[in-house]
């Protein structure tokens, strides 16, 4: 937990009022309204600083604004905090004051722009302060000062920008305001990941080797995709991304890219997925040909999410009856596998009969879980089923 | 007697971390986690039954346990190998059902008998049940013309039908696993009526179906009535019933296998027999996480409780536990930090002294099995799917045991 024990050091002993004295700049935004930005050890922040969490008192008046601590997300940024690779928090915290906090500019007149000066920030520090009587309130920030406040480390210093108000409606806008921006989109984060480095967060760590097949299909030379999937800054392309990179998760987790994600002590192999995906939709393209390939989704259903997804399925079929490890189909194989579904496809005209009695017209099919599932469990059971190896598995019981 | 375990996807991460609750991030869920045959030696089961809804789903409702890419890895590669059959120190068979729990509600049945026979053809089952339609009731006085049994007597005929079907489909089709056909009945009459007709079938094998509500001396009246039309070569397997003290007892009534997840569930569905013993159980230390217990985040977020303060306790009911564990500190102080925490989740129930009986007892240290001897105390804690399947796990372990003792069985590997 906090480490209020060593802020003591910070004080004189027998002084009740203990106050910090923080190297400042006070910044004049418009008439009303003065900022403070300053360094301080996220470690002291709640020797002055509270979260005001939202609550209803027993007359039913509100009171606070900040929600609870989102643990998974404090445990990801105390992790990145605790890392070794130089972590780095470049946004400041904002803290709101009340008017204990006083600004002393600097003697000296320092020659600058007229709405900044610099100075010290006096704020008074307790350890015996119930949440209640500090005199700060973190504004934005809550989950990185809760990070700090848990991370094994003996200090890591912030920024914090603050404001003197005494009025709680102004940190409830403030908080509204910082809080209320629009996350990055999907698409944009996807096409970002391949090229960061350092740190990230699990989720997105995980995102990283699918979105970097995915670019590697999308712009290498030899790729048979080569421009075709739609990301932000590649808008022309007919093939949804998350369709793309959909495929591929389900291929690294169950299909042949697996056998070359890596282990404990091996990256994965990035190479080798790039070439097995480059033989596959190369056979793609040479089976199913001009018809199909190319066109946008409401065209050809093979270039949309069912289509796509499927078609990984099939390739991981493909690929596990011909063998295992490295002992991958070539264009030649892939294509050879195709064929033996090419038939039963219809993914610019006429019906599919899946076998279930109930037509579907080429353009019924949607990009819905269910009917990913349809046409996935046909072609595959299509394509087992007909190159007969079906039945090998297990020597005859009955 | 052979004991089969339905699988519900519930295997333990070996990456997970005790102490930071933190997992690699690149593990690949069922691929890199453990089946209870391949981390407990000997293996606490002789197989594992897999039903189609678990891993399809039913057309209507349910997804199934599987994901897609699972499902398909499972036909592609078949179940001796996804299951990982073969990694445990003897290897396991596989039962395929149909999960007739998951459709008990439903007017007839939602699978095709061809269907079926390709789901267990395509996973490369060692056995495969027929499709049934459960009778919950149990009514031995109620005969088959009465109006009361109307219902009761559609299903078995359903189940009976269905069951010819599967008969001819898998003779026909020359299938590679063992069909059995299943008996669905609510008195001994019935039961008894229904495994005539599958032995007129064929079937040498049955599986005794909706007995999982029956009371024991229920399920004997069934089994003895049974007995006068059962072949003397016909082999009976227990839908769901675990009743080890009477295995001896079912075994001389031609029954041969059975299946049960009791032991499993009971780790974390229990209100107080969690942890098996060899000659009882115990209740396990509840701790939840802040962030999975519902009620405390609600009261949480309502501002009535501070989170921080939530969290402090739970710590320390943690780290008093690991001390007492490592003989540090007493029952007392790891019981007092228990309680101190509970008041703020758990206000209704006090259990300090089945606590205390558990802590003082401390039987994980008596366990010989692999995950007590690896985790100590953590096995006990009532706290996230880790901990709670790996308890899960023991008690299959204790369970198997317990099977093999009553068997007059040798007990080494």
């Not at chain 1, 606070?64 to 940024?77: D, F, K, W």
């Not at chain 2, 349910?62 to 996804?82: D, E, I, M």
């Not at chain 2, 059959?85 to 509600?105: E, R």
């Not at chain 2, 059962?230 to 001896?248: K, N, V």
Request: aromatic share 8%; with cysteine.
């Amino acid at each position: 937990m906090t480490k209020q024990g060593r802020e003591s050091r910070m004080v004189e002993a027998g002084n009740q009022k203990n106050v910090l004295h923080l190297p400042a700049l006070e910044i004049r935004q418009g008439p009303n309204r003065r900022l403070y930005t300053f360094a301080v050890d996220g470690k002291q922040v709640p020797s002055f600083a509270a979260v005001s969490r939202v609550r209803r008192d027993s007359q039913q008046q509100l009171h606070g604004y900040q929600r609870p601590e989102v643990l998974a997300h404090v445990a990801a940024i105390r992790r990145y905090v605790e890392s070794a690779e130089s972590p780095m928090l470049p946004n400041a915290i904002v803290v709101a004051f009340d008017d204990r906090v006083r600004f002393v500019p600097a003697d000296a007149a320092v020659v600058g722009p007229g709405y900044v000066r610099s100075g010290t920030l006096l704020v008074p520090v307790s350890d015996d302060w119930e949440d209640a009587d500090k005199p700060g309130f973190i504004v934005d920030g809550q989950q990185r000062c809760a990070a700090i406040r848990d991370a094994g480390v003996e200090a890591f210093p912030i920024c914090v920008t603050a404001f003197i108000t005494a009025d709680q409606a102004d940190h409830r806008s403030q908080f509204i305001l910082v809080n209320s921006t629009k996350p990055l989109p999907k698409g944009l984060i996807h096409e970002l990941l391949p090229a960061a480095s350092g740190p990230l967060p699990n989720q997105l760590r995980v995102r990283q080797l699918p979105a970097t097949v995915l670019e590697r299909l999308n712009f290498d030379e030899r790729s048979p995709l080569r421009h075709m999937i739609q990301t932000p800054t590649n808008p022309a392309g007919v093939i949804k991304d998350n369709s793309m990179l959909r495929m591929l998760e389900n291929s690294i987790s169950d299909g042949v890219l697996y056998r070359f994600r890596g282990s404990d002590s091996a990256l994965p192999n990035i190479g080798l997925m790039v070439t097995v995906l480059n033989d596959f939709w190369t056979a793609v393209r040479d089976v199913f040909g001009e018809d199909a390939w190319g066109k946008p989704p409401r065209k050809s259903r093979l270039m949309h999410g069912a289509g796509i997804i499927s078609m990984g399925y099939l390739m991981d079929a493909i690929a596990d009856t011909n063998g295992s490890g490295e002992d991958v189909p070539d264009t030649q194989g892939f294509a050879a596998g195709l064929k033996i579904v090419k038939d039963y496809c219809r993914w610019t005209e006429g019906t599919w009969d899946l076998g279930d009695g109930i037509p579907r017209r080429w353009n019924d099919i949607q990009n819905t879980p269910r009917d990913i599932q349809r046409i996935t469990d046909f072609l595959v059971s299509t394509y087992s089923s007909k190159q007969g190896k079906r039945h090998d598995r297990s020597s005859r019981l009955f | 007697m052979k004991f089969f375990f339905p699988d519900s996807q519930d295997q333990v991460d070996p990456t997970f971390d005790f102490l930071t609750e933190e997992r690699d991030p690149f593990r690949v869920r069922q691929r890199d986690d453990l089946y209870a045959h391949e981390v407990l030696k000997p293996p606490p089961f002789n197989g594992l039954l897999v039903s189609k809804a678990i891993v399809d789903g039913t057309a209507g409702s349910s997804t199934g346990k599987y994901t897609g890419p699972q499902r398909h890895r499972l036909y592609r590669q078949g179940a001796r190998q996804f299951f990982r059959l073969n990694n445990g120190s003897t290897p396991l068979k596989i039962m395929g059902d149909c999960g007739a729990f998951s459709y008990v509600g439903e007017e007839n049945p939602p699978y095709s008998v061809e269907e079926v026979v390709s789901f267990y053809e395509g996973c490369g089952f060692d056995y495969g049940i027929s499709v049934d339609h459960v009778i919950f009731q149990y009514e031995p006085k109620i005969v088959h013309t009465d109006d009361a049994a109307a219902e009761w007597v559609r299903r078995q005929e359903i189940t009976l039908d269905l069951a010819s079907d599967f008969w001819r489909r898998c003779s026909a089709s020359d299938v590679h696993f063992i069909p059995l056909g299943v008996a669905q009945g609510w008195s001994p009459e019935s039961y008894a009526h229904a495994v005539k007709e599958l032995q007129r079938i064929g079937y040498r094998r049955i599986a005794l179906g909706g007995m999982v509500p029956l009371k024991t001396n229920e399920i004997l009246a069934c089994l003895q009535r049974i007995d006068d039309v059962r072949e003397s070569d016909t082999e009976l397997h227990l839908l769901g019933i675990s009743r080890c003290e009477q295995i001896r007892t079912f075994a001389d009534h031609g029954v041969t296998s059975f299946d049960s997840t009791s032991p499993f569930r009971q780790a974390f569905k229990d209100d107080r027999d969690n942890y098996y013993a060899p000659d009882r159980t115990y209740v396990a230390l509840r701790v939840p996480q802040v962030d999975g217990n519902a009620k405390l985040k609600a009261r949480i977020r309502s501002g009535e409780i501070g989170q921080g303060q939530a969290m402090l306790l739970e710590r320390s009911a943690l780290a008093r536990l690991r001390q007492f564990d490592k003989d540090e500190v007493g029952v007392d102080a790891a019981l007092e930090a228990l309680a101190e925490y509970s008041a703020v989740w758990d206000r209704k129930a006090d259990r300090t002294s089945q606590y205390r009986d558990t802590l003082e007892s401390r039987p994980w240290r008596a366990c010989d099995c692999t995950i007590c001897a690896s985790v100590g105390i953590e096995v006990i804690i009532f706290r996230g799917a880790e901990r709670n399947k790996r308890r899960g796990f023991h008690n299959l372990h204790v369970f198997g045991q317990r099977v093999r003792r009553q068997l007059g069985e040798d007990d080494r590997d």
